[in-house]
């Protein structure tokens, strides 16, 4: 039965994986997917319900008694080096979805918690709160992917699904617009599958960029159309560099975008959006209350922001549900500049403690042509 099949490849995956990457891929599974986890082992719900029912796999993001889902594949084994290919199925191990792997990016990481010598680094922006520290990059490996719009609406509450915008091309100079069900997934967060469907994602883009090809593996390849639309948006598209510190259990993972630049009442305007992603590596409840940002332009101005929450919303981070990402844009009337701040957060028992956001530059060292206003075929 495909559900049994999907549990087998499930284990097998869990045993290559250390005991907090196991122990996060059963809590998702149990939590989202409408397994029951067993230990030692995993028994999938579906195989002991009659009849037709018994090829059925639990999918969702709400418990399998509000909903009834289906086998989606079998999982593959994770990859500890090299990349995943142009049409990898995967679900992602943090938010759930199902989605499809465009193509790769090879990003610079900026890892605050990790202790390396200071040549190739990243100084501290002028004024920083951080201190003098300095953080060595390293190459990281993130995937340029589509999600399933099926699942959009059981992550809308943790990730938004329209978080990858671009400024329009027409004389409003801060008209965005966005591509829904665009994201940018960590090479850890891929938890590979595959599946027998040639249209087994659910979204407007996938048959415009890939093709069902079965005697490939992944049996999907790039249409002519995904590599022209690439190459097209490359400068606005392109992920270069990620920051990450971590303060009390609390991770934060900032990657800033270049958008482009606009004239606005005869001066230049330069626009970048950031996608952040705060995670819960404890056990403790918390919940993010208010955030603190410094924003340093080249042109000698430093602009201090503080608000209520993010995005208008205050989100809770749990073990069940611990992650939360957000997008969001800066323009600054200068070609670069740094960003840093802190995130408030509260405990249950109500005492609070900040949380560093790293800090990161501002660079517009791209071609200042204007960037698309839409995406055609």
Same mark, same amino acid.
């Given at each position: 039965?495909?559900?049994?099949?999907?549990?087998?490849?499930?284990?097998?995956?869990?045993?290559?994986?250390?005991?907090?990457?196991?122990?996060?891929?059963?809590?998702?599974?149990?939590?989202?997917?409408?397994?029951?986890?067993?230990?030692?082992?995993?028994?999938?719900?579906?195989?002991?319900?009659?009849?037709?029912?018994?090829?059925?796999?639990?999918?969702?993001?709400?418990?399998?008694?509000?909903?009834?889902?289906?086998?989606?594949?079998?999982?593959?084994?994770?990859?500890?080096?090299?990349?995943?290919?142009?049409?990898?199925?995967?679900?992602?191990?943090?938010?759930?979805?199902?989605?499809?792997?465009?193509?790769?990016?090879?990003?610079?990481?900026?890892?605050?918690?990790?202790?390396?010598?200071?040549?190739?680094?990243?100084?501290?922006?002028?004024?920083?709160?951080?201190?003098?520290?300095?953080?060595?990059?390293?190459?990281?490996?993130?995937?340029?992917?589509?999600?399933?719009?099926?699942?959009?609406?059981?992550?809308?509450?943790?990730?938004?699904?329209?978080?990858?915008?671009?400024?329009?091309?027409?004389?409003?100079?801060?008209?965005?617009?966005?591509?829904?069900?665009?994201?940018?997934?960590?090479?850890?967060?891929?938890?590979?599958?595959?599946?027998?469907?040639?249209?087994?994602?659910?979204?407007?883009?996938?048959?415009?960029?890939?093709?069902?090809?079965?005697?490939?593996?992944?049996?999907?390849?790039?249409?002519?159309?995904?590599?022209?639309?690439?190459?097209? #948006?490359?400068?606005?598209?392109?992920?270069?560099?990620?920051?990450?510190?971590?303060?009390?259990?609390?991770?934060?993972?900032?990657?800033?975008?270049?958008?482009?630049?606009?004239?606005?009442?005869?001066?230049?305007?330069?626009?970048?959006?950031?996608?952040?992603?705060?995670? #819960?590596?404890?056990?403790?409840?918390?919940?993010?209350?208010?955030?603190?940002?410094?924003?340093?332009?080249?042109?000698?101005?430093?602009?201090?922001?503080?608000?209520?929450?993010?995005?208008?919303?205050?989100?809770?981070?749990?073990?069940?549900?611990?992650?939360?990402?957000?997008?969001?844009?800066?323009?600054?009337?200068?070609?670069?500049?740094?960003?840093?701040?802190?995130?408030?957060?509260?405990?249950?028992?109500?005492?609070?403690?900040?949380?560093?956001?790293?800090?990161?530059?501002?660079?517009? #060292?791209?071609?200042?042509?204007?960037?698309?206003?839409?995406?055609?075929?």
């Amino acid at each position: 039965m495909a559900a049994c099949a999907l549990r087998r490849g499930l284990l097998a995956t869990v045993n290559t994986l250390n005991k907090r990457q196991a122990h996060r891929i059963l809590s998702i599974v149990d939590n989202s997917y409408g397994f029951e986890v067993t230990r030692p082992r995993l028994q999938c719900l579906a195989c002991g319900l009659p009849n037709k029912t018994q090829q059925k796999r639990f999918m969702s993001s709400r418990r399998p008694e509000e909903k009834v889902l289906e086998a989606v594949g079998v999982f593959e084994a994770v990859k500890q080096h090299g990349k995943y290919e142009t049409g990898q199925l995967f679900l992602h191990s943090v938010f759930g979805y199902r989605g499809i792997v465009l193509f790769p990016w090879h990003a610079r990481l900026y890892d605050r918690d990790v202790t390396l010598p200071v040549s190739d680094s990243k100084p501290e922006p002028p004024g920083g709160a951080h201190g003098s520290k300095e953080v060595k990059g390293k190459t990281h490996t993130y995937y340029q992917v589509l999600i399933d719009t099926r699942d959009c609406p059981h992550i809308s509450q943790r990730s938004q699904t329209e978080a990858v915008t671009f400024l329009a091309n027409h004389d409003d100079s801060r008209a965005l617009y966005a591509i829904p069900g665009l994201d940018y997934v960590s090479h850890e967060d891929i938890l590979p599958y595959n599946s027998t469907e040639q249209v087994p994602i659910q979204h407007e883009l996938f048959e415009r960029f890939l093709l069902f090809n079965p005697a490939k593996a992944p049996p999907f390849t790039a249409r002519d159309t995904l590599k022209a639309w690439q190459e097209k #948006n490359h400068p606005w598209l392109e992920l270069s560099d990620v920051h990450r510190e971590t303060t009390e259990n609390i991770r934060v993972t900032v990657i800033p975008f270049y958008m482009g630049m606009r004239e606005a009442q005869n001066s230049h305007v330069y626009w970048w959006r950031y996608c952040i992603r705060l995670e #819960n590596m404890g056990s403790e409840v918390v919940q993010l209350r208010e955030r603190h940002w410094r924003i340093f332009s080249l042109s000698g101005t430093l602009e201090t922001v503080r608000g209520r929450g993010v995005v208008g919303r205050e989100p809770v981070l749990s073990k069940e549900q611990p992650a939360f990402q957000y997008s969001s844009h800066v323009s600054l009337q200068a070609p670069s500049g740094h960003m840093w701040g802190t995130f408030r957060i509260e405990r249950t028992d109500g005492s609070h403690f900040d949380v560093r956001i790293p800090p990161f530059s501002l660079e517009s #060292n791209k071609d200042d042509k204007a960037p698309p206003a839409g995406y055609t075929f």
